[in-house]
């Protein structure tokens, strides 16, 4: 499935922030969308994710409370809420679909184990 991002932007400490991850065909109720970073001279980390029936919400352990992931059905679009942003949130933030159903938290937090991936969004925190 083909994933656009959008959204990305430069923003102030403890502004918030809009990503739009948009899908080329439906997705719902077929693909878990899992929200990735990568910040210069790190490795890629697991944002936040929405499971395929919507019913699920995954968040890494930086990410509860200040994270969200709401969705719009008609528009095939995952969103990443952030707010409360911080310096170190600046990255590369990426979306990616995953066809396999009910495989747990753990499994969806991997990025290995997703299948399409958007070109990705920069987002910059800084004063």
């Not at 990305?8 to 719902?28: D, H, K, M, N």
């Not at 809420?81 to 499994?107: F, I, W």
Request: some cysteine.
């Amino acid at each position: 499935v083909r994933l656009v991002e959008s959204g990305g932007e430069l923003v102030q400490p403890g502004g918030s922030l809009r990503l739009a991850c948009t899908a080329a065909e439906r997705i719902f109720g077929d693909y878990t969308i899992g929200w990735f970073r990568q910040a210069p001279r790190k490795e890629r980390e697991f944002v936040a994710g929405i499971s395929w029936s919507g019913r699920n919400f995954y968040y890494g352990d930086s990410m509860k409370g200040r994270f969200t992931v709401p969705r719009d059905n008609a528009e095939n679009t995952v969103y990443l809420q952030m707010n409360n942003l911080r310096p170190e949130d600046t990255a590369v933030y990426y979306c990616a679909a995953v066809h396999l159903k009910n495989r747990g938290s753990d499994y969806y937090k991997q990025a290995s184990n997703y299948d399409s991936w958007g070109q990705g969004t920069q987002v910059t925190v800084s004063s």
